[in-house]
């Protein structure tokens, strides 16, 4: 079992900056594991948003391309997504995603909120 802790979600103006955390329970889980973000809107399904793998391999959806960095700290079991250059249409909530083989498991969500 392997639990995930989120944070940095809030309020914001279009055009500003948040930076979601996500630290991971086991350590020896999160050097192995990809890491993602994802990001779910009222009525709509649950998106990927960014992943990194082990070897820092990173994958970014379209829409935020160039705006959102995801990285990892493996000294401190913490996947990290900076989001800059924020649009209303990025108002969502936010889940971290741990995944290795034979395993998946994701924190409870962070809602991130972008006025315009």
């Known amino acids: 079992q392997v639990h995930l802790a989120e944070s940095g979600g809030g309020l914001v103006q279009a055009g500003g900056s948040l930076r979601l955390s996500c630290e991971v329970s086991s350590g020896s889980i999160f050097s192995r594991a990809t890491m993602g973000w994802y990001r779910q809107a009222p009525g709509n399904q649950r998106d990927l948003v960014a992943t990194i793998t082990r070897g820092n391999y990173t994958n970014y959806a379209d829409s935020v391309k160039g705006r959102f960095t995801i990285s990892r700290d493996n000294a401190k079991n913490t996947a990290y997504l900076q989001m800059n250059s924020l649009k209303p249409e990025d108002t969502a909530v936010y889940y971290c995603?741990?995944?290795?083989?034979?395993?998946?498991?994701w924190g409870q969500g962070t809602q991130v909120t972008v006025s315009s």
């Open positions: 995603n741990v995944r290795i083989v034979g395993l998946q498991s």
